[in-house]
């Protein structure tokens, strides 16, 4: 069963500004993370037990994105997958709490 995605706010701007990072770095590394970003979405949606828990309740889960250090932390019910970060693996862990 396909669910509903929400991006809890700040979702959309930190994405923004990983993106704005890559592409300075390299002109349509930006846009290259959107899309792992986004297919890591769809992912989500269809097949939302895909990520590993991350606390020890299962209430969040991870999902890495592929080819970028991020990851994607969620949680998930019936009808809806709530995105609640896209952080860099290695930065800051655990801010988005």
């Not at 949606?45 to 080819?67: C, F, I, K, N």
Request: net charge neutral.
């Amino acid at each position: 069963m396909k669910r509903r995605l929400e991006l809890r706010p700040g979702v959309v701007e930190e994405l923004a500004e990983a993106m704005a990072h890559h592409e300075a770095e390299r002109a349509g590394l930006g846009d290259r993370l959107f899309d792992a970003v986004e297919a890591t979405f769809a992912d989500l949606v269809t097949a939302p037990d895909l990520g590993a828990p991350w606390e020890l309740d299962g209430t969040v889960r991870r999902q890495l994105v592929r080819r970028f250090p991020y990851v994607v932390f969620y949680r998930a019910s019936e009808d809806v997958v709530i995105v609640l970060a896209v952080a860099h693996g290695k930065r800051r862990p655990g801010y988005w709490r």
